[in-house]
């Protein structure tokens, strides 16, 4: 299983008082594989998602990546680690918009590497995405479905094992929505494991697992 994660839960500390947002689960994702939470607002999704990314640590149990637990590791190992490994598209707006499109899709690479090796890979996710030829505007000139796409290229540039996608159609209308989930899909046939929160209705047609969250709890529905 690429990723594992064992009997992890989330408490948060809110104003003095404890608020449990996760309660224990077990979770795996495996290449090749759509994943889909569903689930209302407040359910936990996004915590969920961001213990599974790296991003936050849980007050209880472990993440694997292949077999590295993740959350034994100091903070520079867990950041290299989620830079080579993970692919993240965050819930809303996430561009700098301060930079080109070009620059934004770059941004990853260029922490740990030399981004110029990344360039003609960028121009090519862009490409893909059907926005290459607004690789020198500025995220505020794209249109909804234009930034979700350039979001997706970002994620892609280092060529990432896991994807991880927090609502990235919420603000699209359907065929853009379609057009998000198809290159999910895609990107999971290529081999990559993909793991989605989204509330759409199209999402049985694309996930290969759904699941739901439920006050905190995670159940499998397909
Ligand atoms: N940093 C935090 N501190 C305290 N409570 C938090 C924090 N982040 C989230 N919560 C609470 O934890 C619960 C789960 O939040 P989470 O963001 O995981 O929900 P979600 O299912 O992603 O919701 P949405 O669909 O609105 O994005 C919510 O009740 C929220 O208020
Ligand atoms: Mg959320």
Redesign the pocket.
Known sequence: MLLRADSISKVYERRGREFPALNQTDFSLEEGCLCVVQGR?GSG??TLLNILSGILAPTSGSVFLDQADMYAMNDSELSRLRGENFGIIP?GESAVSALTVLENVLLPASVFTKEDAFIERAQDLLDRMRIGKLSSVLPRELSGGEMRRMAIARALIRDPKVVFA??PTSDLDDANTREVFGILKETARSGKAVLV?SHEKCVPEYADIVYRMEGGSLNRCV
Do not use: C, G, M, R
């Open positions: 607002s999704k996004t819930q927090d609502e929160v």
